[in-house]
């Protein structure tokens, strides 16, 4: 019997039957880890740098690591059973660990693969896309996330908020998505909106995210506490995010990100407990 915790993920050689592949997107590898988290088997976490080849179509670059930064040392045996990835650089690995393992791997992709949906076992993928109905297409309604996040809020972050006073809203900012920016006026307007809500007293938490432009925030000015964290790793470490959500009375979320849509959702946070969650749609202006 197995003693790897399988909630957990693992660096070690043993044989683990599910891989994740991360890449440098924290959207796509929030849903990946929790994909992998609600299977309970132990998985294997699998960062993955790209090179600008990944822009190539899919079809042509095959089954193939030839978008990758470098040779990855994750990528040897044991090889899994279960491959777990998102979005559209991940495809060729994750063909490629198909190819070399010399046994089935079975491969599920999370969201737009940008790739004929036949090449996957399964395909989980939230409306926005608009995938043709396949037979191992799932819709999803929202994007996956964690059910438990053990590893969060993280406990600097908490003391770095313990002493802002109360009401506090968390305010996510975004940035552009596809033919749509979010502009300085729309930020603006959110930020104002959420200084609104929580009145003289209280506090506003504000975070960017890597798609956040420079430039876009504004600088701000007004009688409530603010924090104001401009949040760029692509590793996912130093990410306020879990902190903001589990200390804030009211979530006030740009409209471009329907993965951060689903985290203030994830929290529970409602009417009936005396908690909002606005979402704002960021429309050209």
């Known amino acids: 019997m197995s003693t790897i915790d ?20 924290a959207g796509d590898n929030e849903q990946v880890i929790a ?148 502009t300085r006026a729309t930020v603006r307007k959110t930020l104002d909106a959420a200084a609104e809500r929580v009145g003289h007293t209280g506090s506003l938490m504000v975070t960017t995210s890597p798609r956040t432009a420079e430039g876009r925030l504004p600088g701000l000015q007004g009688s409530c506490a603010t924090l104001v964290y401009r949040w760029h790793a692509q590793s996912g470490r130093d990410n306020p995010m879990g902190a903001f959500l589990d200390k804030a009375d009211r979530i006030v979320v740009t409209g471009d990100s329907v993965s951060m849509l689903a985290r203030a959702v994830a929290t529970g946070k409602d009417l009936k407990s005396k908690k909002r969650i606005e979402g704002w749609v960021n429309l050209p202006e």
């Open 6 to 25: 399988p909630t957990r993920p693992s660096d070690s050689r043993e044989e683990l039957p599910v891989w994740a592949l991360l890449g440098p997107k």
């Open 35 to 182: 994909l992998a988290e609600a299977l309970e088997r132990p998985y294997r976490t699998v960062r993955l740098r790209y090179t600008s080849a990944y822009r190539l179509p899919n079809r042509l670059l095959g089954a193939t690591l030839h978008s990758l930064a470098a040779a990855d040392p994750d990528l040897t045996p044991p090889w899994p059973k279960l491959v777990l990835a998102a979005g559209r650089r991940s495809v060729p690995v994750a063909r490629w660990i198909q190819r070399v393992a010399g046994h089935r791997v079975r491969l599920v992709q999370i969201g737009r693969p940008r790739a004929p949906l036949g090449w996957f076992d399964l395909v989980l993928a939230p409306p926005q896309y608009h995938l043709p109905a396949r037979r191992n297409l799932v819709r999803l309604p929202l994007p996956l996330v964690r059910a438990q996040r053990a590893d969060e809020p993280d406990p600097a972050w908490a003391a770095r908020i313990a002493d802002l006073p109360a009401p506090r809203a968390a305010v996510l900012i975004g940035g552009r998505a596809r033919d749509r920016d979010l």
